[in-house]
């Protein structure tokens, strides 16, 4: 059991290391002539008045629809379903360790299944209320 915690550590950390310690390829060098389209003058960034800046710095927050408040709602509900699913999904994943690792015991293996059952349930709701979500904001957006 050690050995295999020691082996699944490893494998974690150098899943989580790789993308850190690999580089860019050099295949091709940058395209230079570009540099003069990216360049600007700091003095006319600094130096705006305030009623340019006002002029400058829209206040649409959620996009040019017509209704704020509906968008709002809108954000705040599939901030919430994607926060659920991703709760679901590490349940579920939960669900699935404790099932390899209930080493024959059917006690231990029948709560793993009802854990497993359960997540995709919340799955299955969540994605069945995202698409009520969806054909609602389709009627009324």
């Known amino acids: 059991m050690k050995k295999f ?9 150098f899943t989580a290391l790789a993308p850190a310690l690999s580089g860019p390829a050099l295949a091709s060098d940058p395209d230079i002539t570009r540099l003069k389209e ?3 003058d700091v003095g006319d960034v600094l130096k705006l008045d305030k009623k340019d800046k006002t002029e400058q710095q829209s206040q649409t927050y959620f996009g ?5 408040i509906q968008e709002f709602i809108i954000r ?22 404790q099932m390899m690792f209930s080493q024959g015991n059917q006690q231990k ?3 793993a299944k ?3 059952k359960y997540a995709i349930i919340g799955l ?13 904001q ?4």
Request: glycine share 8%.
């Open 124 to 136: 299955i709701v969540t994605l069945l209320s995202y698409v009520i979500v969806i054909s609602v």
């Open 64 to 68: 040019e629809g017509q209704n704020p």
């Open 109 to 111: 293996l029948d709560e």
């Open 76 to 97: 705040i509900i599939n901030f919430a379903l994607t926060i659920i699913g991703s709760i679901a999904i590490i349940i579920l994943i939960i669900g699935g360790f």
């Open 5 to 13: 915690a020691l082996i699944l550590l490893s494998a974690f950390i």
């Open 114 to 116: 009802d854990i497993v």
């Open 138 to 141: 389709s009627i009324f957006g």
């Open 38 to 40: 990216l360049q600007f």
